[in-house]
């Protein structure tokens, strides 16, 4: 019995560390010269699953495989959606995200009471 609950949990570990991706990058501000953006939204669209960025501008998002739509927005700043991310055996870096400001003019906070 002893022998059962060891191969038992040995195979369970190996099955969660198999599990155990994620989608990395960085995110640049491109208001000051692409410098790192701290605290940045990154969500998957459809699940309730976000991150920030640290104070150099990385995330790490973890996630099984799939495919998936990345978000990426901070306050004040146009948001990007890429769509498609497929994450398969290994963890996936992401070239760095560039998020430029957006101007709120009148036409746009129009536009966003409307929605």
């Given amino acids: 019995m002893k022998k059962l609950l060891i191969v038992l949990f040995l195979a369970i570990g190996t099955f969660g ?3 155990d991706m994620s989608i990395n990058g960085k995110v640049l501000d491109g208001a000051y010269e692409n410098q790192p953006l ?3 939204n990154i969500r998957v669209e459809g699940l309730d699953i976000s991150v ?3 104070l150099e501008g990385i ?7 799939g495919s ?3 978000i990426f927005d901070f306050i004040g700043y146009r948001p990007i959606v890429i769509k498609n991310v497929i994450l ?3 963890n996936l870096q992401l070239d760095p995200v560039v998020l430029e400001t957006q101007r709120m003019t009148p036409d746009i906070l129009l ?3 409307a929605e």
């Fill in 17 to 19: 560390f198999a599990q």
């Fill in 38 to 40: 701290a605290f940045a």
């Fill in 52 to 54: 920030e960025t640290d």
């Fill in 59 to 65: 995330y790490q998002l973890p996630l099984l495989k």
């Fill in 68 to 70: 998936y739509t990345l």
């Fill in 88 to 90: 398969s055996d290994k």
């Fill in 111 to 113: 536009a966003e009471k």
